[in-house]
Each structure stands twice: as C-alpha cells, then as structure tokens.
C-alpha cells in the first residue's frame, strides 16, 4: 500500500500565477482533507472533500479550490499566488464513514511563490 | 473556538531519559478525540498515539504515553527511553468526535542529545 501520495515535492511559482497540488489517498479511503502548513506553524485546515463535494472548509478565501475524482484523488488549486501562500501543503485521508481518527497524511508539496 | 496550544517550542532530552511535551486544548465538545503528530524532516505526519476523550484511561504505545487531564483540558506527552529517531517536531492535535478537521498545535521540536 503507498500511503497517501501527493505530487509534486517541490514547486517554485511567480505571485500572481496558479498552482495545481495533487493528491493520491490511501487505498480503501474516500475523503480527502488539504491543510496549509507555514514555516514554523501547525497545519491549517483548509478544506475537505467526499463523495466528489466539498463537505467543510476552513478560514481560506476563495482563491482556494479543490476538486475531487470519481477515484477519490484530489486536486488543490491556487490562483493568484501570493508570497504568503508559501507554505507545505498536506493532504490527509481518511475512510468510508471513518472517523478523523483513522487519517493519514501524505509528505506534502513544498510551494514557494517568488 | 477550538484551540490547541503548546507551549514549548523546543525541547531537549538526552538519550535514554525521559522527556514531557506539554499540551492543552480549548474546546466545548464532550465527545472528541486527541493526537500527537510526529513531523521528521521527511515533512509527513506520523501518528504516534491518540486518545479518545471517553476514556479515563491513558494511552500507551511502547515508549510513549499521555497524561490525559479532561477537567484541566491537559494533554501531555511523555517519551522514555529516548532515542536518537525521536527527533523531530511534535505536534499536539484535537479533533471533534463528528468533526472532519485536525486543529494543530504550533509544534514543539525535540533534540535528543546522544
């Protein structure tokens, strides 16, 4: 089983272009959940998809987007890049009808605007 | 307002010995669920133990155990026996008990010391 995937590892991006962030979830997982990690900060929630909707989202303004496959990947887009938006990106997954508690978390996308 | 706060930013423990990384949460729920996040350099969260609120009984996985304190809303996280693979950023997490996000601490980095 190769976990949660994300891709890419690393990305280098100009302010004000957009930015597409993947995901893979575990095997057997249906939801998928994106946090934003700054240097030296706990990961922010920014939102979470299941059943390809966007079930809950956090303090994040629009220029923040996902999108969720039939195969239960996941997209986080974007737009209008800011220096601020430099940060790790997470993706987490979690079961069918399973608790936060049975997460998993992939290594994440290093983002940074220039 | 759901809150996780760790107020140790950095800590050092010599191998072999005993360290506590300290935690406490803020929150109104009575079903929830607690976590601490290990975070090496390879950037993924790992979990290392996870306590249901529930329970009046503290966790233990191997070397690690928490001090559950639910009136004092208290979290803590004790590592024995440290070795030199225990460092990394710790991270304390919340999450409600029907709720889809982790709320993170801001981490506090361990140093073992051979």
């Known amino acids: 089983d190769a976990g949660v995937t994300q891709s890419p590892t690393h990305l280098i991006k100009t302010r004000g272009q957009q930015v597409t962030l993947r995901c893979s979830p575990k095997s057997g997982h249906d939801t998928v959940s994106w946090y934003q990690q700054a240097l030296g900060q706990g990961p922010q929630f920014i939102f979470q998809y299941y059943e390809e909707e966007e079930r809950q989202r956090g303090n994040f303004p629009d220029r923040f987007s996902g999108h969720q496959f039939p195969n239960y990947s996941s997209e986080l887009n974007v737009n209008a890049l800011l220096l601020g938006d430099s940060a790790l990106y997470l993706c987490?997954?979690?079961?069918?009808?399973?608790?936060?508690?049975?997460?998993?978390f992939g290594q994440g996308t290093r983002l940074t605007v220039v | 307002a759901q809150t996780v706060t760790q107020s140790q930013p950095e800590m050092s423990v010599q191998e072999a010995e005993t360290v506590t990384l300290s935690c406490t949460y803020d929150?109104?729920?009575?079903?929830?669920?607690l976590f601490w996040y290990k975070q090496p350099p390879s950037r993924q969260m790992i979990l290392v133990i996870r306590q249901e609120a529930y329970k009046q009984q503290n966790a233990t996985e191997n070397r690690f155990s928490v001090n559950f304190q639910k009136a004092a809303k208290s979290f803590s996280l004790k590592i024995s026996d440290s070795q030199l693979g225990d460092a990394a950023m710790y991270f304390c997490a919340y999450t409600p008990g029907r709720g889809n996000q982790f709320y993170f601490g801001t981490g506090t980095s361990l140093t073992v010391i051979p």
């Open positions: 987490a997954s979690s079961p069918p009808q399973g608790p936060n508690t049975e997460a998993f």
């Open positions: 929150t109104s729920e009575s079903d929830y669920y």
